[in-house]
């Protein structure tokens, strides 16, 4: 496929040719700031987001649960840079700086081809995933993503369709594979946290099975006895209540 072509009055390079003006006009340290942003920036970003996020979430009760919802957010980001492999090849657009003379192109030399891009992809697949396993750190991690859509059209090296059909991909893998993650990555990091790792998904001092110590109680108020068997709140009365009577 020869790439993206359009007659006519063309939105994507009037949306293109209007973002990247403003590093036109910009001062030059501004585009220096930019450039490492939009390519790296970011994505350090979004790495120590998750880090952030998995240390939270060692310390609350289900801690295995949500580590494994946690550790889906960067692996569907690598399937879905994979499944952008066959896209690209597909598709073959050019990079816009090749077919618009007159951009403010910010990092030259890029010679692959621009749908889908690999940033927007990438990151918005890591803040759909987090989305899912935390929804503060995953508004957080989406909003990341937007601003680094933001910077490739700054940079000159992608359409603005570029960066919808990467958000659109990273969102769709993490979003439809997440079930299948789950479910395979749930009895992973449940048998992470019984071994000599188990700080890995839980912090030190968080029960296990996420819920109270011995003979305390549980989330829907039962008692649990030193077995660990949780006996309901209507049992435990009439326990105390047979108790009393025979110590009469």
């Not at 020869?2 to 209007?18: C, R, S």
């Not at 120590?48 to 692996?75: D, N």
């Not at 090849?89 to 010679?111: Q, T, W, Y």
């Not at 989305?131 to 992608?158: D, W």
Request: a neutral charge; hydrophobic letters at 50%.
């Amino acid at each position: 496929m020869a790439g993206l072509a359009f007659e006519g009055p063309n939105p994507d390079v009037d949306v293109l040719d209007g973002i990247n003006g403003l590093a036109k006009d910009a001062p030059r340290w501004v585009n220096t700031a930019m450039e490492y942003i939009g390519e790296y920036g970011i994505i350090a970003g979004l790495a120590v987001l998750c880090l952030i996020a998995w240390w939270s979430a060692r310390r609350k009760p289900g801690a295995p649960s949500a580590i494994a919802g946690l550790v889906w957010a960067p692996l569907a980001a690598g399937i879905a840079l994979l499944a952008n492999i066959p896209i690209r090849a597909f598709v073959e657009r050019p990079r816009p700086f090749k077919d618009h003379a007159g951009l403010e192109v910010l990092i030259p030399g890029k010679s692959d081809f621009s749908f889908v891009s690999d940033h927007a992809t990438l990151t918005m697949a890591v803040g759909v995933g987090l989305f899912i396993a935390h929804r503060k750190y995953g508004l957080i991690g989406i909003a990341l993503a937007l601003a680094e859509g933001f910077c490739r059209v700054y940079m000159g090296v992608h359409y603005p369709t570029d960066v919808i059909g990467g958000f659109a991909l990273g969102t769709a893998v993490a979003l439809l594979l997440a079930p299948l993650a789950q479910a395979l990555l749930v009895p992973l990091t449940t048998a992470i946290g019984r071994s000599k790792v188990a700080w890995l998904v839980r912090a030190p001092g968080v029960e296990p099975d996420g819920g109270a110590g011995r003979g305390g109680q549980d989330a829907e108020g039962s008692r649990v006895v030193a077995t660990g068997t949780a006996v309901p709140r209507g049992h435990a009365e009439r326990d105390k209540e047979r108790d009393k009577d025979l110590a009469a």
